[in-house]
């Protein structure tokens, strides 16, 4: 199994890096916390000008016709900038399922060019998110109901807004009107599609998840080379070290883990499920430990409005328990680990 990256995705991961450095500073992603979007129309166009928006829409709809492995590197670009999720929730998550309908030719026609051009904006209603992420901004609801596969226009639901931890993230409670003229896809239809829906949901995540992760890493590195006491700086202490340590040994360790799930899914391995939930507790894991050491190196500073720790931390908080918390993924592990038959131990770990 190798995990090699092309030179083609690593330069495109290298182009939105360029991207978000300049325009997804921590200045810019505090200003976008006073837009409607939560993100600055500005920033939105950009990424769709790059073509980030296009990566999972076919090239017959005028996308780039790309997989998870892609996404698997531009999710840890998101979270290591703190960009609202918005654009990879739409270019990701929603062209995907649009693009995977069985029988909607003409809805796909309508909605994957504008979505590859950055002209649509696609919320999910789904179980495991009561609330629904930019449902109040969103042109369009992909809704699960019962397994099927509902779309219902913005302009007929009832949104009302929920605060959240993350000043970026825009959540909402919302009152859905569903039935035989909304539905695109039937029960037996959907059930596959809302399956791999929510493990690219769940991947998207691990990936912002991973950058949060590195970028604390990097900001507390660089606060505890300058901050001194007893005239030497802090860094220079080993308690503090092995805080940045034991944070830096928990990312590399889910880095392989969740490049298994993204080719798994890519793939379609029979073990997808698994391997997808591995990664999200694999990768939160690492992300939890690198809020509470990052607190923890910054001191009281850490917790406060001015200190940049607190963008990533707040998001890492409330990426933590969306589309499944650490129950539902170890529940889903545990089922396999358990179960009769389950190849497990040395020579079996990639097969």
């Given amino acids: 199994m190798d995990f090699t990256y092309t030179d083609d995705q690593r330069a495109f991961r290298d182009a939105m890096r360029a991207l978000f450095m300049v325009e997804a500073s921590p200045e810019r992603v505090r200003e976008g916390w006073e837009m409607e979007g939560g993100i600055s129309p500005q920033l939105q166009a950009l990424?769709?000008?790059?073509?980030l928006c296009a990566l999972s829409v076919p090239e017959a709809h005028g996308g780039l016709g790309l997989a998870d492995t892609d996404w698997a590197l531009m999710s840890q670009?998101?979270?290591?900038?703190?960009?609202?999720?918005?654009?990879?929730?739409?270019?990701?998550?929603?062209?995907?399922?649009?693009?995977?309908?069985?029988?909607?030719?003409?809805?796909?026609?309508?909605?994957?060019?504008?979505?590859?051009?950055?002209?649509?904006?696609?919320?999910?209603?789904?179980?495991?998110?009561?609330?629904?992420?930019?449902?109040?901004?969103?042109?369009?609801?992909?809704?699960?109901?019962?397994?099927?596969?509902?779309?219902?226009?913005?302009?007929?639901?009832d949104v009302s807004a929920v605060a959240s931890v993350d000043p970026a993230r825009r959540l909402y409670r919302v009152s859905l009107p569903t039935g035989a003229a909304t539905r695109l896809a039937t029960a037996a239809q959907g059930q596959a599609l809302?399956?791999?829906?929510?493990?690219?949901?769940?991947?998207?995540?691990c990936g912002q998840l991973l950058g949060l992760t590195q970028r604390i890493l990097d900001i507390s590195i660089d606060y505890t080379a300058q901050r001194k006491q007893f005239g030497k700086p802090i860094g220079s202490f080993q308690a503090v070290k092995h805080h940045m340590a034991d944070v830096a040994v928990k990312s590399e360790f889910a880095k392989p883990v969740l490049n298994r799930a993204a080719w798994a899914l890519e793939q379609g391995h029979p073990l997808r499920d698994v391997y997808v939930s591995q990664a999200r507790l694999a990768c939160a894991e690492a992300a939890r430990l690198a809020a509470r050491n990052g607190i923890q190196v910054h001191g009281a500073m850490g917790y406060t409005w001015e200190c940049d720790l607190q963008i990533f931390m707040k998001r890492i908080w409330a990426l933590d328990a969306a589309w499944g918390d650490a129950g539902f993924h170890k529940a889903r592990v545990a089922n396999w680990l358990f179960s009769p038959g389950a190849e497990i131990g040395p020579g079996k770990t990639f097969i």
């Fill in 47 to 51: 990424i769709a000008g790059q073509g």
């Fill in 77 to 157: 670009e998101f979270g290591y900038y703190a960009v609202p999720d918005a654009p990879l929730n739409t270019g990701y998550l929603a062209a995907s399922l649009i693009a995977a309908l069985p029988d909607a030719p003409s809805f796909q026609a309508h909605w994957l060019p504008a979505i590859a051009q950055g002209q649509a904006r696609v919320a999910i209603s789904h179980p495991l998110c009561p609330l629904v992420a930019d449902a109040g901004q969103a042109d369009l609801l992909l809704v699960w109901r019962d397994e099927e596969v509902h779309a219902i226009a913005r302009s007929e639901v």
């Fill in 194 to 205: 809302w399956r791999d829906l929510v493990n690219r949901a769940s991947l998207a995540i």
